[in-house]
């Protein structure tokens, strides 16, 4: 009997066993239909982890595939198709390169001739801090008469935080109606800002001058737009009929702008033929920028820099000191030494896309490295912009009166 008792409980347990052997298998055979036959998520992670070979096309289909299939809410496809755009260029992490949406494309190209309404500032994507750096205001603007200053962060616009890769969507959300006013949150040192700064139509580089002591002539502009180097040599004429008979020009803060304008500044002053300017695209290929007409300015010149003076600023700078032109008098430069080109597409959106490097008549790289100047002058301790600052005080200017004397 006990044997019996015995025989039907290692029974019992034998069946429990086999019903869970064959639950499993059932189980089993249903997952690996479900995923690997009848569910098409397997070929996609397959696909997703594959080794590299796949382009982009074939990538950004699995993902469309994946989120038509899984996800909850509401799909935009325009929204996805300017994002993926935007990603693969921040891939590039070029601070320089950027998509250009084309309801932001009117803006943009006002931009690049000088002409928009705003706040008038210049600024920079400053990768350090991942922050968009103010690289300075442009004179007597909304933003200047606030107190925003070179080398402000910018932390927030109306509220919305902003990192350095929103770059023109920030442009764009600090633009707006002439009357209308924008609210910045700015990072200065360790210490929170807060503006609020009224929109204006922007005069943009007004070229200003005036003579000076013992007739030296002082030109200064704050960006290379369109007819920049036209006002340049109007305002030299009006200043050689005063009878200066030396120069400087103020690039401090000066941030740049249409290389082909101070390229023309650089031929007034330079001789004929004379190479201002080489660009390198990615094969190597070279193009020579040389002035083509006879100087029109013959007389000595200091050119005043910082580390506000970037791109366009450096090339007219590097060119005319490496052409015994000019001597430069201040700071080591900012280093942007890389050219951009805007590429409009079918759909009106844009690419600003770093093409070239360029190299100055010596073949020196420029890019993250800038322009030591001929002669170092600092300002005074406590005083870190030449903005807003005593004519008496500036070290730099004074230094050059001295050395024009």
Do not use: H, W
Request: glycine share 8%.
């Amino acid at each position: 009997m006990d044997k019996e008792k015995k025989y039907r409980i290692y029974r019992t347990i034998m069946l429990v066993i086999l019903a869970a052997f064959i639950t499993f298998m059932v189980t089993s055979i249903c997952f690996y239909q479900y995923f690997v036959k009848g569910n098409s998520l397997n070929k996609y992670l397959t696909l997703m982890t594959s080794d590299g070979s796949q382009d982009i096309s074939q990538t950004l289909e699995t993902y469309k595939s994946l989120i038509n299939k899984y996800y909850l809410g509401e799909v935009d496809e325009e929204s996805l198709k300017e994002g993926a755009i935007k990603g693969y260029i921040e891939g590039l992490n070029d601070p320089y390169t950027e998509y250009i949406s084309k309801e932001d494309m009117d803006d943009y190209l006002e931009d690049t001739m000088g002409n928009f309404v705003g706040i008038g500032i210049y600024m920079v994507q400053d990768t350090e801090s991942n922050r968009i750096m103010v690289l300075a205001p442009i004179k007597n603007s909304p933003a200047e008469k606030a107190g925003i200053k070179p080398g402000d962060l910018i932390i927030s616009v109306n509220g919305e935080e902003c990192t350095a890769d929103q770059m023109t969507a920030i442009a764009t959300k600090i633009k707006g109606e002439e009357g209308s006013t924008v609210k910045l949150q700015i990072l200065r040192g360790e210490e929170t800002l807060d503006f609020e700064i009224t929109r204006e139509n922007i005069v943009v580089n007004p070229v200003e001058g005036e003579v000076l002591e013992n007739n030296i002539g002082y030109i200064e502009f704050s960006s290379f737009d369109e007819n920049t180097a036209e006002e340049f040599k109007t305002k030299f004429e009006e200043l050689q009929a005063q009878g200066i008979n030396s120069l400087i020009i103020d690039l401090r803060n000066n941030g740049g702008g249409i290389v082909d304008e101070a390229l023309q500044i650089a031929d007034y002053i330079a001789d004929k033929d004379s190479v201002l300017l080489y660009e390198v695209d990615k094969d190597n290929n070279e193009t020579v920028e040389k002035s083509e007409n006879d100087p029109i300015i013959n007389m000595p010149i200091i050119i005043l820099t910082n580390e506000s003076t970037a791109s366009s600023s450096e090339i007219l700078a590097g060119a005319l000191k490496d052409l015994g032109k000019a001597k430069t008098v201040g700071t080591k430069t900012y280093g942007k030494g890389v050219i951009q080109q805007i590429l409009t597409l079918p759909d009106g959106s844009g690419l600003k896309i770093t093409t070239e490097k360029y190299l100055t008549p010596n073949r020196t790289e420029i890019n993250k490295v800038g322009i030591e100047p001929d002669e170092t002058v600092e300002l005074p301790d406590g005083v870190d912009n030449s903005y807003n600052i005593d004519r008496a005080q500036d070290t730099q200017l004074q230094k050059a009166i001295e050395m024009l004397k």
